[in-house]
């Protein structure tokens, strides 16, 4: 019998007002502006996929990825779920510019194919293991605010914060010091999300060493093009740097490691989709990488999958999965695969195992 194929894909924008403003050093966003996605078989098998586009990382916007959305559904519907790298070929070439959507998408076509499959969606990857602890972040804040939200999380059993830096050096700097005070046990992961000088970053390095204070990992700490500079810091610093911006691409991956520009790369689904995360992740192993993986503003959906992602290939050392934390109120339902700051995919017998209450 041959396997159903796609008939039909909805798109549906959300808005979802957040806890506390995430501030990065490319702006700050109050709420999350997704868009969940509906792929129904011709057997009535649903699968569902979230892009989640963040403007202040890289400029795509909700109204961009309904857009790229649309603009796909003629090539996919009637083809078959089997044929996935065939289909991602298709999105790559027709919504290239949309990663986000791209990411929506393909999620929304495993999550069918798994779910019809009966399996969850981290076999598909590879089973390694069905449990990750993530780490939290500290937004950009007032230092107190920064030392009060640490404490909470560690108290609630986090073992690891990433910093966001961008208010300048002076403030970024009693940030950092601010948040170890508050929570000496854990591990602190620096994030510049671009927004640092080769010297300036060189200097934080060193006067947080002067004070006892070595960070696990400095995620992209200078401009995306800054290749030469981030080989440099890479080559000099005791903290190991990580590419983020930088690596939207297997083909920048492999610049990455060959120009040794980075001993990490955070892999985002939203900035390129499953199938080039998966050539991603190839590209660092190989080149002996240390593996992160990271999100935008997702819900419990986009981040379950990413979750099923890196339990199942295995392998990462770093997980910052932490987004659904900062939502007032959670979209999709059942919402119960993150507890603390484990996620436990053991129940899931099927797909991503998490729905869109807009499509209940």
Not at 55 to 74: D, H, M, V, W, Y
Not at 75 to 99: D, F, M, N, W, Y
Not at 259 to 268: D, L, P, T
Request: glycine residues 8%; proline residues 6%.
């Amino acid at each position: 019998m041959p396997f159903p194929d796609i008939a039909s894909i909805e798109a549906e924008p959300i808005h979802c007002p957040l806890k506390i403003p995430f501030a990065i050093a490319g702006g700050a966003q109050a709420a999350a502006d997704n868009v969940f996605i509906r792929i129904v078989l011709s057997d009535g098998t649903a699968g569902y996929g979230e892009a989640a586009p963040l403007p202040a990382f890289n400029g795509e916007t909700q109204t961009q990825a309904l857009r790229a959305i649309e603009s796909a559904k003629t090539e996919l519907l009637r083809k078959t779920p089997v044929s996935l790298r065939r289909c991602s070929q298709i999105l790559k070439k027709i919504i290239g510019h949309s990663a986000s959507a791209r990411a929506g998408l393909e999620m929304a076509l495993l999550d069918a194919w798994t779910r019809r499959m009966k399996i969850p969606l981290r076999y598909f990857f590879g089973g390694f293991s069905s449990r990750l602890e993530t780490d939290v972040t500290v937004p950009l804040m007032p230092l107190r605010a920064a030392s009060r939200w640490a404490s909470s999380w560690r108290r609630k059993g986090f073992t690891r914060l990433k910093i966001k830096l961008g208010s300048g050096f002076s403030e970024d700097l009693e940030r950092v010091v601010a948040v170890h005070r508050s929570a000496p046990q854990c591990g602190l992961i620096l994030d510049a999300n671009a927004g640092l000088r080769l010297s300036s970053a060189k200097k934080l390095i060193d006067q947080l060493e002067r004070r006892g204070i070595s960070p696990i990992l400095f995620e992209q700490p200078l401009p995306a093009d800054d290749w030469k500079g981030m080989a440099r810091l890479t080559q000099e610093s005791p903290v190991p740097i990580c590419a983020d911006e930088m690596v939207s691409s297997a083909k920048e991956a492999l610049r990455a490691v060959h120009e040794k520009a980075a001993r990490a790369i955070n892999v985002k689904l939203m900035k390129c989709g499953l199938w080039e995360a998966l050539q991603i992740v190839s590209i660092a192993r190989a080149a002996g990488a240390q593996l992160m993986l990271g999100g935008m503003l997702e819900s419990h959906l986009a981040m379950t999958s990413a979750a099923h992602f890196a339990a199942g290939l295995g392998g990462f050392s770093y997980i910052d999965l932490d987004s659904p934390l900062f939502f007032k109120e959670d979209p999709v339902s059942p919402a119960r695969h993150l507890r603390a700051c484990v996620y436990d995919l053991s129940g899931i017998s099927s797909g991503i195992g998490v729905v869109p209450k807009i499509f209940k």
